[in-house]
């Protein structure tokens, strides 16, 4: 894989939580886990959770829970597919999932986690190459993983995953050019893909809407902001929303919950959880 380096001048391990009704942002509780680059996350039923991600000295897979009614992080059964990073989570129904990723090579392993029973089930292999980088979103009981880098390129690849058979389907592809780095997220009964960037260091803006009624990609209007990678997207009461800089998310009630991850390399993933949104 290719190197991109960014330096960011946050070197903030913590949360900041934002009520968009008042547009204001306010420090929660420091992530639970060491300080890393690179992890992901998802939410479940009013709860957000971190794991995975490059230390400085190590690979994480560990899994964090964040409960915003009390504030506080909670470590729970570390990841079943062993420590990685660049991977995908997502959530479906009250299940939450992570897979593909570096290990430090290319994955495509797939794991669901049960939140009640605190533990990890290894599923169907993602249908698409291993991969690092990727997106991943839910829309109604379906789970969405695209884009990404599947040595040598990156990749437009879409798929689509329905835990009741357990089985992974090829779908239309994203726009007409691979992409890594990239942010997804779903409003409704639609999902959303766009920024990136491609084996030539372009740096994308475009933002495209998918359809899982008509397998279909329209393409919206360009990011407000310039083209860019690794940023990390949400959603709160039907809008979207693009964090400029790497982090990861998850969501619950009406308040958003980020965490800035170090001041290196970094890319992120963003998932909502009822109404609130964790990063990392």
Request: net charge negative.
């Amino acid at each position: 894989m290719k190197t991109k380096t960014c330096i960011f001048a946050i070197l903030l391990v913590g949360g900041l939580m934002s009520s968009h009704a008042q547009n204001t942002w306010t420090q929660k509780a420091d992530f639970g886990g060491g300080v890393r680059i690179y992890a992901t996350g998802f939410s479940i039923e009013g709860k957000g959770y971190l794991g995975t991600g490059l230390g400085e000295f190590t690979t994480f897979n560990d899994l964090w829970e964040y409960d915003p009614t009390t504030n506080a992080w909670t470590q729970k059964a570390d990841f079943g597919g062993g420590a990685r990073y660049l991977a995908v989570g997502l959530s479906i129904g009250s299940k939450g999932y992570i897979g593909t990723g570096f290990d430090p090579f290319e994955t495509k392993d797939f794991w669901e986690y049960d939140p009640t029973m605190n533990s990890w089930t290894q599923k169907a292999d993602f249908g698409g190459p291993g991969t690092a980088g990727a997106v991943g979103f839910s829309i109604g009981s379906k789970g969405y993983i695209g884009t990404g880098w599947a040595y040598p390129t990156g990749t437009n690849n879409f798929w689509e995953y329905d835990p009741s058979v357990n089985t992974w389907t090829r779908k239309a592809d994203v726009g007409s050019v691979g992409r890594e780095f990239a942010v997804g997220f779903a409003i409704g009964g639609k999902g959303y893909i766009g920024t990136g960037t491609d084996d030539l260091s372009n740096f994308f803006n475009d933002f495209w809407e998918y359809d899982p009624a008509g397998d279909s990609w329209t393409k919206k209007a360009d990011f407000g902001g310039s083209g860019r990678w690794g940023a990390a997207g949400f959603n709160i009461d039907g809008k979207g929303y693009m964090e400029p800089e790497p982090t990861v998310a998850a969501i619950s009630g009406n308040m958003i919950l980020l965490l800035t991850l170090g001041q290196k390399k970094r890319t992120s993933a963003g998932v909502a959880v009822g109404e609130r949104l964790a990063l990392a």
